[in-house]
Antibody
């Protein structure tokens, strides 16, 4: 069965960096687009970034500007999100999600359990 | 960027009621819209994609309709397990914005 397992979250001080990982199994990882979506405590879902099947095309929300970088290693079935210059407003659960499409979005049919990033001094 | 609004922001209905909620896009998105259900403390779940296509395994009491700028999610007979927040998401082009959600509970 499809599994997505995020890791790398934690409590960090403002201005620091983290690398979030999402290990995928149960499907052909290299054939699908992958997203990061975050959810601040008590708030709604916020789309963060997408990377398409081969990693050549990727897009990131303006709200995270150049601070966040999505990448993937298809040889390791792993999705990454490098988060730099963290701010308190980046505090959220970060979910990885599999898209049904390879090169264009069709909807995210599987989601991980999320990893919590808490930015606090 | 295209914005999504959802209404109502919350609703309370009785078991067995027909429940309807809407999602409106600030510009046309054809049918590139998905609906997700997020139960309290749980991970989001895809219900509908392409505005009206039911995801495999989703009960048939859920249905979606609409195109262009106006979309609707309907629960034909509300069940206790449907207590959740429902989000729409556009995916015609990036950013793949979510709406603010409609929270559904039982009266």
């Amino acid at each position: 069965q499809v599994q997505l397992v995020e890791s790398g979250g934690g409590v960090v001080q403002p201005g620091r960096s983290l690398r979030l990982s999402c290990e995928a199994s149960g499907f052909t990882f290299s054939s699908y687009g992958m997203h990061w979506v975050r959810q601040a405590p008590g708030k709604g879902l916020e789309w963060v970034a997408v990377i398409w099947f081969d990693g050549r095309s990727k897009y990131t929300a303006d709200s995270v500007g150049g601070r966040f970088t999505i990448s993937r290693d298809n040889s390791k079935n792993t999705l990454y999100l490098q988060v730099n210059s963290l701010r308190p407003e980046d505090t959220a659960v970060y979910y990885c999600a599999k898209d049904m499409g390879a090169v264009s979005a069709r909807g995210a049919d599987y989601w991980g359990q999320g990893t919590l990033v808490a930015v606090s001094s | 960027d295209i914005q999504l609004t959802q209404s109502p922001s919350s609703l309370s209905a009785s078991v067995g009621d027909r429940v309807t909620m809407t999602c409106r896009a600030s510009q046309g998105i054809i049918n590139y819209l998905a609906w997700y259900q997020q139960k309290p403390g749980r991970v989001p779940k895809l219900l509908i994609y392409a505005a009206s296509t039911l995801q495999s395994g989703v009960p048939s009491r859920f249905s979606g309709s609409g195109s262009g700028t106006d979309f609707t999610l309907t629960i034909s007979s509300l069940q206790p397990e449907d207590v959740a927040t429902y989000y729409c998401q556009k995916y015609n082009s990036d950013p793949f914005t979510f709406g603010p959600g409609t929270k559904v509970d039982i009266k």
